[in-house]
């Protein structure tokens, strides 16, 4: 299976199986449904105790090993310190990052126009800063020694989120208000320009986390997972995540953190049949480095994305069913939990499509900046 194949796979799978599932229970499509969505009706928004409780417990009971490996082993490790000169563009990064954050959050009038665009000029900035951060740290990143790979990710992220507007018309998590009356040939442009940053920011930030050997050496050689990589596990993937999709379709307010879960699936599944490159292969042998950083790139990106939003004019609001409540910004503190399986999505479909892994750049740096004491 080539990475078109499997990109049309995938295609195939979101956008055909929740209309599946919603059409054999007999139930009616969404009135808004389209290939090319913006929600902007709210869905619905409620607070169970008892679904918190257990919530909590799950996410507390998945990270406790990985927190004790961290505060175990990273306090033994002990990086050297050669970092390279803040690069000149890396300043002039921050200062675009820094008017821009102000051109978001006030309504100056001679801003009016574009007073609805400032998203991308933020992320712009900030994928600039990382990489900056990257050079110092490491003296390679994605902007200067990568560039061909960096601009791929930008022209896939933009049909990458898209994807998930598509599936999020089924649960309605989060809609958009104040957006610009546009056309709709400059509707799709403008979004399409904000959605392209979504990968290029999340690995930015991942391959910055790999810089840090207090980060990645606790899980270069930990407990492998005992699990076959042969083509049956790949369809199995791949069966759970059609099923999931089909059932999120069925009953979007009781299985909506499946948005989340099945086009993970999905990519998993099709990565092991095609047996293409993919981080499970690192799991599976006890590395578990980019699966790790992966989830925490996009936690990190998560919480500037959420505060970056929160008074920009167009933004984006969240209903969530059972746990919306104790929001950080607009999010309720427990839909952050997304983001981690959200970070594995985003280098799977990378893997996928553009053969992205971390380099053996990355592994000799790391050779040669960390040492136990």
């Known amino acids: 299976m080539s990475s078109f194949l499997g990109i049309g796979v995938l295609l195939i799978f979101i956008l055909g199986v929740p209309i599946f599932g919603i059409q054999l229970a007999g139930n009616s499509l969404p009135t808004s449904l389209t290939l090319f969505p913006i929600t902007t009706e709210p869905g619905e928004a409620s607070l169970s105790w008892i679904v918190c409780g257990f919530l909590v417990i799950l996410i507390a009971t998945t990270l406790a090993p990985f927190l004790w490996r961290f505060f175990r082993f990273s306090a033994i490790i002990k990086p050297k310190r050669e970092y390279q000169a803040f690069p000149w563009w890396g300043w002039l990064a921050l200062l675009w990052i820094t008017s821009s954050w102000s051109l978001a959050w006030t309504r100056f009038p001679w801003f009016h126009n574009f007073q609805t665009h400032t998203f991308p000029l933020l992320w712009f900035g900030y994928i600039a800063v990382l990489n900056a951060l990257t050079l110092q740290r490491s003296g390679q990143c994605l902007l200067t020694s990568h560039p061909r790979t960096l601009g791929k990710l930008f022209l896939l992220s933009a049909g990458f989120w898209w994807l998930f507007e598509y599936l999020n018309q089924y649960v309605r998590n989060w809609h958009y208000v104040n957006l610009p009356d546009t056309s709709y040939g400059e509707f799709i442009f403008y979004t399409s320009l904000s959605f392209s940053t979504v990968l290029p920011a999340v690995l930015s930030t991942y391959e910055w986390?790999?810089?840090?050997?207090?980060?990645?050496?606790?899980?270069?050689?930990?407990?492998?997972?005992?699990?076959?990589?042969?083509?049956?596990?790949?369809?199995?993937?791949?069966?759970?995540?059609?099923?999931?999709?089909?059932?999120?379709?069925?009953?979007?307010?009781?299985?909506?953190?499946?948005?989340?879960?099945?086009?993970?699936?999905?990519l998993l599944g099709i990565q092991i049949i095609q047996r293409g490159p993919t981080s499970l292969l690192g799991v599976h042998q006890g590395d578990w480095r980019p699966d790790l950083l992966s989830g925490l790139a996009a936690l990190m990106c998560g919480f500037w994305w959420e505060l970056w939003n929160v008074y920009s004019l167009a933004h984006w609001e969240y209903t969530l069913p059972f746990v919306h409540t104790f929001k950080i910004f607009e999010m309720p503190i427990l839909g952050y939990s997304g983001y981690l399986p959200f970070g594995l999505t985003c280098l799977a479909i990378s893997e996928l499509v553009l053969g992205y892994l971390p380099s053996q750049q990355w592994q000799n740096f790391l050779g040669s900046n960390q040492h136990p004491e």
């Open 209 to 266: 986390l790999w810089t840090f050997p207090r980060l990645t050496k606790p899980f270069e050689m930990w407990q492998p997972l005992n699990c076959s990589m042969a083509p049956q596990i790949g369809w199995i993937s791949l069966s759970l995540g059609c099923l999931g999709l089909g059932l999120m379709g069925l009953w979007p307010t009781i299985l909506f953190p499946l948005l989340w879960l099945c086009p993970l699936c999905l």
